[in-house]
């Protein structure tokens, strides 16, 4: 027979289960990254930051006007999954460029379009990255 004293730790050890579950996954998995890409010193005005760990979810964050960009990865600005991974830089494709309020910028080399030959990384840990400086440079 359990008595009032085992029911009531039951109770709140289901409700600590419960409650822990309630976050959505992403808020678990994942920290804000903010940053500004430059090339050759000069904002990147138009492209896509992205991301792509060797498991898990991609992350894309679009570059605005001034060069700045946020990171999400299930929404718009939810931030990358905690760990190292690989980051790419890509230009507007041509056909979508009139989609963007700011014209497409300066040709962004290919080889930060490669995550293989980017040479770019990051390391996000909980606490996020709130100024990540991504600095490319012509070839």
């Given at each position: 027979?359990?008595?009032?004293?085992?029911?009531?730790?039951?109770?709140?050890?289901?409700?600590?289960?419960?409650?822990?579950?309630?976050r959505?996954?992403?808020?678990r998995?994942?920290?804000?990254?903010?940053?500004?890409?430059?090339?050759?010193?000069?904002?990147?005005?138009?492209?896509?930051?992205?991301?792509?760990?060797?498991?898990?979810?991609?992350?894309k964050?679009?570059?605005?006007?001034?060069?700045?960009?946020?990171?999400?990865?299930?929404?718009a600005?939810?931030?990358?999954?905690?760990?190292?991974?690989?980051?790419?830089?890509?230009?507007?494709?041509?056909?979508?460029?009139?989609?963007?309020?700011?014209?497409?910028?300066?040709?962004?080399?290919?080889?930060?379009?490669?995550?293989?030959?980017?040479?770019?990384?990051?390391?996000?840990?909980?606490?996020?990255?709130?100024?990540?400086?991504?600095?490319?440079?012509?070839?």
């Amino acid at each position: 027979m359990i008595n009032r004293k085992n029911q009531i730790w039951c109770v709140v050890g289901l409700l600590t289960l419960v409650l822990s579950g309630c976050r959505p996954a992403h808020q678990r998995d994942t920290a804000p990254v903010r940053g500004r890409v430059t090339l050759d010193g000069a904002p990147v005005t138009s492209g896509f930051v992205i991301v792509t760990p060797e498991i898990g979810r991609m992350a894309k964050g679009i570059i605005q006007s001034d060069g700045s960009f946020t990171m999400g990865t299930y929404n718009a600005n939810d931030g990358v999954q905690l760990g190292k991974h690989p980051v790419v830089v890509h230009p507007v494709p041509a056909d979508e460029g009139g989609s963007f309020k700011h014209p497409p910028g300066p040709s962004i080399p290919e080889q930060y379009g490669v995550s293989s030959r980017s040479g770019l990384e990051i390391d996000v840990t909980p606490e996020g990255i709130d100024n990540l400086n991504i600095e490319l440079r012509s070839n």
